[in-house]
């Protein structure tokens, strides 16, 4: 919709749901949730990563990854990190 301001980097929106009874709820959000103003949480952000990496390990070498991920900033030595994501 041209109607809709490019902001932030993103493209705001709006939902409306309609019931059969003719009423209607309307939520607006500017940024998506996981987006650097809404950031999500450490537990959404653990769901969500399980959820992806379930694909290509099995969950708990992807629960070790996301423990290590998570300690980034406080890792010496990458190479540990490196070789718990390629195994």
């Known amino acids: ?3 809709i301001e490019y902001r932030n980097g993103v493209y705001p929106g709006v939902v409306t749901v ?3 009874d003719g009423t209607s709820i309307a939520r607006h959000a500017e940024e998506a949730k996981g987006h650097p103003d809404l950031p999500l949480t450490l ?3 653990r769901l969500k990563f399980m959820s992806c990496a ?3 390990m099995a969950e708990d ?3 070790m990854a996301f ?3 998570a300690k980034l900033e406080s890792v010496g030595d ?3 990190l490196a070789r718990r ?3």
């Open 67 to 69: 423990e290590s991920l």
């Open 85 to 87: 994501l390629a195994a």
């Open 54 to 56: 379930r694909r290509a």
């Open 78 to 80: 990458v190479r540990e």
């Open 18 to 20: 309609k019931f059969r």
């Open 1 to 3: 919709d041209p109607a």
């Open 43 to 45: 537990p959404e952000l």
């Open 61 to 63: 070498r992807a629960a």
